[in-house]
Every structure is written in structure tokens, then in C-alpha cells.
């Protein structure tokens, strides 16, 4: 795997999105990857937590825009990612273990979803939350419409929509869309000591548990959401919108949408 590196603690697994020479975005070959040691922590009855992270003080920014701007169907490159993240987010939820998001640093649009599709949030207090999809003239995917109603409420939902606020670690945390915030020097020991304490925990009780409380939040809709997401995205994405967003990032300006 090229730009995941997995790694073990004793009962823990470590996957870090190492890519941050573009911003750790995921192109289908790191998605697929992605996805890849997701199964493979999953799976595995020796890991009782996952720990997910970024490199270098990033976290993730989604979807990579470069790998969909270099071909025509922009649609097509879009979905050639989202299906990948898409089914790691849904191995995320099934799992009967805990998932925890370490985000240090940026947590954008497809990078946002993913760490709201974890069962913890841990931030350190120079990361920042933002939803992001507008900007570029997209409808929103890697579960963020799916999740943000649930954790917000349908009101602070639709002002991530509209307004599209950047939320610093301590504004995430008030909004209750993270679990804790640390410091950036003791972040890394901190995270794996939650992540320790989680691991220590009886994983059947806890895993059927997990279940449980997936079923009443309304978890059994969440494959048919993501469908519809790509569904949606793939489409706008070959529009006159997603052009001039698109457009609009690459020069570093705000996008007139007209």
C-alpha cells in the first residue's frame, strides 16, 4: 500500500493516511487502500480498537480534486473514489469494534465525512472541521448528509450546508460533533491511550452494543444513503456548477455561480 501505512499496538491498529503532499486526498488507488487495511482491522479478532489519521498535521481533504480535473467525465472520476470510501465508511459502522478519528489539522468535505463516520472523534487543538462541498458546487458525499442531521440536529445541519461554517477544534466539540479535544504536543499519547481503554473493553458486549445503537440511530439506512450520494454528486459533477467551482479552487478565488 502506498500512501496507508497500518501499523499494531498490541490490540490496537493504526492506519495513517500518508499522503500529505496532497493534502492526504484520496485518489482511487490510496482510497482502495484505504479500504483495504479498514477490512483488514475489521476483520481481524486480534484488534479490539482502530485508530484513523492523517500525515503531518493534516487530516484529510476527501476526494483528490487534481485526479478528477485531469479527465473529461468528471462524474466517472468521482465515483471511480467514492465507491471505495463509501464502503470503507460502511465497514466503519458494521465493525464490532471501535473506530476512532485522530484529526490534527484539516478535516474537509470527504475527510470530514470519514471522521464523522467513526464511532470517536479525538481532534487536537489546531485541527478544524469544515463541510466545504458548496465551494466547489457539489452536493455533499462520504456520509456528511447522512451524519450531520443525526449528530447536529436538522437546524445546525443546514447551517453546515448554507453557511458553511470552519469549526476549530473547541466550536466542533461545543456543536457535539467530536468526542475530545488535547493539546497538540500530547495529542499522539493521549489518542492512544483512549484508544488502549477502548481495546481493554469486553469486545462482544461492546461490539453487539455498537450494534444496537446503530440500529436506533437509523444505521441500517446508511448503504442506500451513500448510493444516493454518489448518485447525486456523480451527476452535478458534469454540470456548469462543478466546472466553475472547480475552476475557482485551482485559481484560489471564490466561485461566481450564476
Not at 213 to 224: E, S
Request: overall charge negative.
Amino acid at each position: 500500500m502506498t500512501n496507508i501505512v497500518t501499523e499494531t499496538h498490541d490490540s490496537v491498529g493504526i492506519i495513517t493516511i500518508a499522503r500529505s503532499e496532497r493534502f492526504n486526498s484520496l485518489d482511487p488507488e490510496t482510497a482502495r487502500d484505504l479500504r483495504k487495511a479498514g477490512l483488514l482491522f475489521a476483520r481481524d479478532a486480534k484488534i479490539r480498537a482502530v485508530v484513523l489519521r492523517g500525515s503531518n498535521g493534516v487530516f484529510c481533504s476527501g476526494a483528490d480534486l487534481k485526479y478528477v480535473r485531469a479527465g473529461e467525465d468528471h462524474g466517472q472520476r468521482f465515483q471511480d473514489v467514492l465507491e471505495y470510501i463509501h464502503s470503507t465508511i460502511s465497514e466503519f459502522r458494521r465493525a464490532a469494534k471501535p473506530f476512532i478519528a485522530a484529526v490534527d489539522g484539516i478535516a474537509a468535505a470527504g475527510g470530514f465525512g470519514i471522521a464523522m463516520s467513526c464511532d470517536l472523534v479525538l481532534a487536537s487543538e489546531r485541527a478544524w472541521f469544515e463541510w466545504a462541498y458548496a465551494k466547489t458546487g457539489l452536493t455533499g458525499a462520504e456520509s456528511s448528509t447522512f451524519f450531520l442531521p443525526r449528530l447536529l440536529g436538522l437546524r445546525r445541519a443546514m447551517e453546515m450546508l448554507f453557511l458553511n461554517p470552519r469549526l476549530d477544534a473547541r466550536k466542533a466539540l461545543e456543536w457535539g460533533l467530536i468526542t475530545a479535544v488535547y493539546p497538540v504536543e500530547s495529542f499522539d499519547a493521549e489518542v492512544m491511550t483512549i484508544a488502549k481503554q477502548v481495546a481493554a473493553l469486553p469486545t462482544e458486549a461492546v461490539g453487539i452494543a455498537k450494534e444496537l445503537m446503530n440500529q436506533a440511530a437509523g444505521m441500517d439506512r446508511l448503504d442506500m444513503h451513500l448510493d444516493r450520494e454518489i448518485e447525486h454528486l456523480t451527476r452535478i459533477a458534469n454540470g456548469d456548477h462543478f466546472a466553475e467551482g472547480l475552476a475557482a479552487f485551482f485559481e484560489k478565488r471564490t466561485a461566481n455561480f450564476t
